[in-house]
């Protein structure tokens, strides 16, 4: 389970809207695979904001959930690279189940059966920035092993 946020929508959410945050949160902890994604860097968070909050409180909070419910957090500087994290993270998450799973993958991966496969192109489209008049959209290739 991933969740994204900018700087200022996880000031109001660990602020203004406090309990229905950590509520979220700890139901996030719940999964065993679970990385809220924060779109600034670790330093924009302890630095002063233009508008209310305190970053001191904010970093504390951010302690807390990963002290507290265990919920590990990834501060990536812009949502490009954020997301690049979280594909590949949700790719070897993935990947590990499957492991798990499937005797034949464990056979392909460790050399002992050739591997047959279909490439899937997946494009995921979010809201359009209407600031700069863009849309931005994510691609991802998706690998299917045909038997």
């Not at 994290?85 to 993935?94: D, E, I, K, R, T």
């Amino acid at each position: 389970m991933v969740e994204r946020k900018d700087l200022p929508d996880l000031v109001h959410s660990l602020t203004v809207d406090r309990d229905v945050f950590v509520r979220r949160l700890r139901l996030m902890s719940r999964y065993r695979h679970r990385l809220p994604e924060i779109a600034a860097a670790l330093s924009e968070v302890k630095s002063p904001y233009a508008y209310a909050g305190n970053p001191n409180r904010i970093a504390q909070s951010l302690i807390a959930m990963l002290a507290g419910l265990q919920v590990p957090f990834l501060c990536a500087e812009t949502h490009e690279p954020g997301e690049e994290f979280l594909a590949s993270y949700l790719y070897q998450v993935h990947l590990y189940y499957l492991l798990a799973r499937n005797q034949r993958l464990r056979q392909v991966l460790s050399g002992q059966q050739p591997l047959k496969a279909q490439v899937t192109r997946i494009i995921v489209c979010r809201k359009s920035d209407e600031t700069f008049g863009t849309s931005r959209r994510t691609e991802f290739l998706r690998t299917t092993a045909v038997a």
